[in-house]
């Protein structure tokens, strides 16, 4: 039976260092623990990235690629509800993959331009989805909402999708250990349907009845 070839150090550098950032938070990890944890040395580390600022930037990039093909919203399509729901469900899941960037975003964009410029274009991406799909169940006669009203809605959404991760982190009770610090571990569904709160009062009909079970069965 083949076995699968190994990864290659910078590849294991990527992984160690999103898992460890994920669980500790990214302030708390430095190159020298991800050297550690590989138990490869600091200078094999630095022939593949100059710092630990290199290694988010890679880190981001994969997530800004695994969140495109969700955020092309093809403006004519026939939409409902069900297609907005979907949407909120990937993209938790996804965000839950890079979770650090979300729960230390403050942090690393104050430091890190080009991941700040990144992000700051990612949301306008985001938020453009939403309006595509918001302008759409508009079409289709489930959503009465003005102009406006689905503009804001759109930007309403992504700013609690860009900040749930945080708002979960600092409702629940501090963790007693490191090791018990990734308490904020994303249900998507959960999470789809608190967004999905936000665009409710604009629904009808079945619509509006879909997020009403939904509501029975995350809360």
Known sequence: MPTKPPRR???????????LFNRDGEPNVTTAHIADEMNISPGNLYYHFRNKDDIIGELYAAHEA????????????SVSVEDLWLLLHLLFERMGAYRFLYRDLDEI????????????ALVRRGESAVRTLADGLAREGVLEATS???????????LVCTYWMSFQR???????????RDTARIDPGQAAYQVLALVAPFLVGDARALVERLGEDYL
Do not use: G, H, M
């Open 9 to 19: 150090t910078r590849q294991r550098i990527l992984d160690t260092a999103l898992a």
């Open 66 to 77: 695994s969140l495109a093909p969700l955020l092309d919203v093809p403006p004519e399509r």
């Open 109 to 120: 964009t104050s430091r890190n331009r080009r991941v700040a410029l990144a992000f700051a």
């Open 170 to 180: 600092v409702s629940q009770v501090a963790p007693a250990s490191v090791a018990q």
């Open 148 to 158: 406006r009203e689905r503009a804001a809605l759109a930007r309403n959404v992504v």
